[in-house]
């Protein structure tokens, strides 16, 4: 099995949380695409202040009056191809019903037999989250008055009766074997 860790939203991606994840990625891919628009539209309102008839010059002077806007595109657009490629990935996963790891080791070829329809594989992957299969062992069970765990194992502490009754009953198993046994022997 492999783990993904993702160091974004500091957890290992699984099952219980892909839905999260999921949005994280496309959300920040959309966050990308929105803040590279807000930069080559702030760009192009400035050119429309500058008065040039020469092309190049007419750059020079709109990055000159906007240089933030210019830098602030240009590292939006080199670093959010890969977010918006992981996005993409992870909704080609979600849509054909796979994980990330059925698809690397590529294990069920072209004939996936968990495809429900692009629509419902959505939902399983994205919306629903399943019963968790794990003990939560920080939450201690309901104990008995009488009852102690003792190196995760329930003790029971009897009474002082029941321990009478528990030697009463012992006698007697021992009284009736060697009565048994000494009929047995005759």
């Not at 104990?143 to 102690?148: A, G, L, R």
Request: proline letters at 3%.
């Amino acid at each position: 099995m492999i783990r993904i860790d993702c160091p974004w939203i500091g957890t290992c991606i699984g099952l219980r949380n892909y839905g999260a994840f999921s949005l994280f990625v496309n959300s920040t891919s959309a966050v990308s695409l929105w803040s590279l628009g807000f930069c080559v539209w702030s760009l192009y309102l400035t050119s429309k202040d500058v008065h040039s008839n020469d092309g190049w010059n007419h750059f020079v002077q709109t990055i000159s009056k906007q240089p933030i806007a210019l830098a602030c595109g240009l590292l939006i657009c080199a670093g959010m191809w890969f977010v918006i490629g992981l996005a993409g990935f992870h909704c080609y996963l979600a849509f054909n019903g796979r994980t990330t790891t059925e698809e690397l080791r590529r294990r069920f070829g072209s004939e996936n037999p968990f495809y429900q329809g692009w629509i419902s594989n959505i939902i399983n992957m994205c919306c629903q989250i399943p019963k968790s299969q794990l003990h939560i062992h920080h939450i201690r069970p309901q104990m008995k008055e009488n009852e102690q765990i003792v190196n995760k194992q329930t003790v029971v502490y009897l009474s002082q009766n029941a321990v009478n009754r528990l030697v009463i009953e012992h006698f007697a198993g021992l009284v009736l074997a060697l009565l048994l046994s000494s009929f047995l022997n005759y």
